[in-house]
């Protein structure tokens, strides 16, 4: 391990703070509309089309003039010749008054009509559709352009695509979005106990669960990184591991990050002149973490071997410095009321489960190294004091 002095350990808040200040937006780029996924949106979306495109039909029935049917009464109703049909995808021929044509859904309403009635309220005798009261225009007419204009900005800068995003602008024409550019990421695991692939000739390895745990973690991001083979407890390799990786934006490491006999994180950093921003925190679980730059500008973080403590660390420091990079603001969490263990200036992060009704419970076992509560759980219980006394807070899981 390193012999320098560790700069002093800032709490969660300020060490969230140091990331961002150390993080930087990486421009625009242009992509096509699928390959925006799980993007982050860098400029306005602008509808490039109207939609719908034109007036019309919402059901399956007949169209027609609802002027046509002014002074209908039970006695007296209004007669309305079935000239035609209009199907969807096909331009509508003219359309002759005080008549009515069979429409599809989706299909264009003719010009000089603003009504459709769905087949089963029809009532046709004769060749004629028979109406015995007035009507009002509109009704099962899709107006032009009524959920989206040409021209018009429907997303915001700042917004990450979701599918039903993607389905939206697919309406409106759009093709393409500005999005914020991601970093490359490369994931390095540490240490001589990690086990790839599986095997029964080493009893005492342990399997290679935090590269694909936080794979994982940025897939779902959008994010595809490079996952790289086990680097052995060697100061030299891991050295070397580190430089190897550094044309990323990003090197994450999981392990070695203690101060153990065998944790050469500290002393591989230095030796590649590393400005090491702090090494720990107060928190737990996660209190080892390490964060700084490498010289030409990489973000570094060096999270702990325990799952859930590099389930943390990723989810929320890896995860500050990239909402910056995708213009996001920061995270804040929800203020909630809840009662849980304390510790003197140290912020504990709770595996928790909140229900339907918004209900909170905290998970019985707590300790890093257990992942089964993380099936059960879908949220983290922030707890932490402030001056103005105890604070908890609720966030996603990831």
Same mark, same amino acid.
């Given at each position: 391990?390193? &012999?320098?002095?560790?700069?002093?350990?800032?709490?969660? &808040?300020?060490?969230?703070?140091?990331?961002?200040?150390?993080?930087?937006?990486?421009? =625009?780029?242009?992509?096509?509309?699928?390959? *925006?996924?799980?993007?982050?949106?860098? #400029?306005?979306?602008?509808?490039?089309?109207? @939609?719908?495109?034109?007036?019309?039909?919402?059901?399956?029935?007949?169209?027609?003039?609802? +002027?046509?049917?002014?002074?209908?009464?039970?006695?007296?109703? *209004?007669?309305?010749?079935?000239? #035609?049909?209009?199907?969807?995808?096909? /331009?509508?021929?003219?359309?002759?008054?005080?008549?009515?044509?069979?429409?599809?859904?989706?299909?264009? $309403?003719?010009?000089?009509?603003? @009504?459709?009635?769905?087949?089963?309220? *029809?009532?046709?005798?004769?060749?004629?559709?028979?109406?015995?009261?007035?009507?009002?225009?509109? %009704?099962? $007419?899709?107006?032009? #352009?009524?959920?989206?204009?040409?021209?018009?900005?429907?997303?915001?800068? #700042?917004?990450?695509?979701?599918?039903?995003?993607?389905?939206?602008?697919?309406? @409106?024409?759009? +093709?393409?979005?500005?999005?914020?550019?991601?970093?490359?990421?490369?994931?390095?695991?540490?240490?001589?106990?990690?086990?790839?692939?599986?095997?029964? +000739?080493?009893?005492?390895?342990?399997?290679?669960?935090? /590269?694909?745990?936080?794979?994982?973690?940025?897939?779902?991001?959008?994010?595809?990184?490079?996952?790289?083979?086990?680097?052995?407890?060697?100061?030299?390799?891991?050295?070397?591991?580190?430089?190897?990786?550094?044309? /990323?934006?990003?090197? =994450?490491?999981?392990?070695?990050? /203690?101060?153990? &006999?065998?944790?050469?994180?500290?002393?591989?950093?230095?030796?590649?002149?590393?400005?090491?921003?702090?090494?720990?925190?107060?928190?737990?679980?996660?209190?080892?973490?390490?964060?700084?730059?490498?010289?030409?500008?990489?973000?570094?973080?060096?999270?702990?071997?325990?799952?859930?403590?590099?389930?943390?660390?990723?989810?929320?420091?890896?995860?500050?410095?990239? %909402?910056?990079?995708?213009?996001?603001?920061?995270?804040?969490?929800?203020? =909630?009321?809840?009662?849980?263990?304390? %510790?003197?200036?140290?912020?504990?992060?709770?595996?928790?489960?909140?229900?339907?009704?918004?209900?909170?419970?905290?998970?019985?076992?707590?300790?890093?190294?257990?992942?089964?509560?993380?099936?059960?759980?879908?949220?983290? $219980? =922030?707890?932490?004091?402030?001056?103005?006394?105890?604070?908890?807070?609720? @966030?996603?899981?990831?």
């Amino acid at each position: 391990m390193s &012999d320098a002095p560790r700069p002093a350990r800032p709490s969660f &808040d300020a060490a969230l703070a140091i990331i961002r200040e150390q993080s930087a937006s990486l421009g =625009v780029e242009t992509v096509g509309l699928l390959d *925006a996924l799980h993007r982050v949106t860098a #400029g306005d979306g602008i509808a490039a089309s109207d @939609y719908p495109r034109f007036d019309a039909a919402a059901m399956d029935g007949f169209a027609f003039a609802a +002027a046509d049917t002014v002074g209908a009464t039970p006695e007296q109703p *209004a007669h309305l010749p079935i000239a #035609g049909s209009v199907r969807a995808g096909i /331009s509508p021929t003219t359309h002759a008054p005080r008549t009515a044509c069979r429409i599809s859904t989706g299909a264009p $309403v003719p010009a000089g009509c603003d @009504y459709v009635l769905p087949h089963e309220e *029809a009532r046709i005798e004769q060749g004629a559709l028979v109406l015995d009261r007035p009507l009002l225009p509109g %009704r099962n $007419v899709r107006r032009r #352009g009524e959920d989206a204009a040409a021209g018009a900005r429907v997303l915001s800068p #700042g917004t990450r695509v979701t599918p039903e995003v993607i389905g939206a602008l697919a309406c @409106y024409g759009v +093709a393409a979005l500005d999005v914020a550019r991601q970093p490359s990421i490369t994931l390095l695991p540490t240490g001589d106990e990690l086990l790839v692939p599986p095997s029964v +000739a080493r009893p005492a390895a342990i399997f290679d669960a935090n /590269s694909v745990m936080l794979t994982a973690l940025l897939r779902e991001q959008g994010i595809e990184p490079l996952r790289a083979a086990p680097v052995s407890d060697d100061a030299g390799q891991l050295e070397r591991a580190i430089a190897a990786a550094s044309d /990323s934006a990003i090197v =994450v490491t999981t392990g070695g990050a /203690s101060g153990g &006999d065998h944790d050469h994180l500290g002393r591989a950093l230095a030796r590649l002149g590393a400005q090491v921003h702090f090494h720990g925190v107060r928190m737990r679980p996660g209190k080892p973490l390490l964060f700084a730059t490498l010289p030409n500008g990489t973000l570094f973080f060096g999270l702990p071997g325990n799952p859930v403590a590099a389930l943390l660390g990723a989810r929320f420091f890896l995860g500050a410095a990239l %909402r910056v990079m995708s213009g996001l603001p920061p995270e804040c969490g929800e203020t =909630v009321e809840i009662d849980t263990d304390r %510790r003197p200036d140290t912020t504990l992060f709770l595996k928790a489960s909140r229900d339907a009704a918004g209900a909170i419970r905290i998970l019985a076992d707590q300790r890093s190294h257990t992942l089964r509560p993380l099936i059960e759980a879908n949220c983290w $219980v =922030v707890a932490d004091t402030t001056p103005d006394g105890e604070r908890r807070r609720v @966030y996603p899981l990831t």
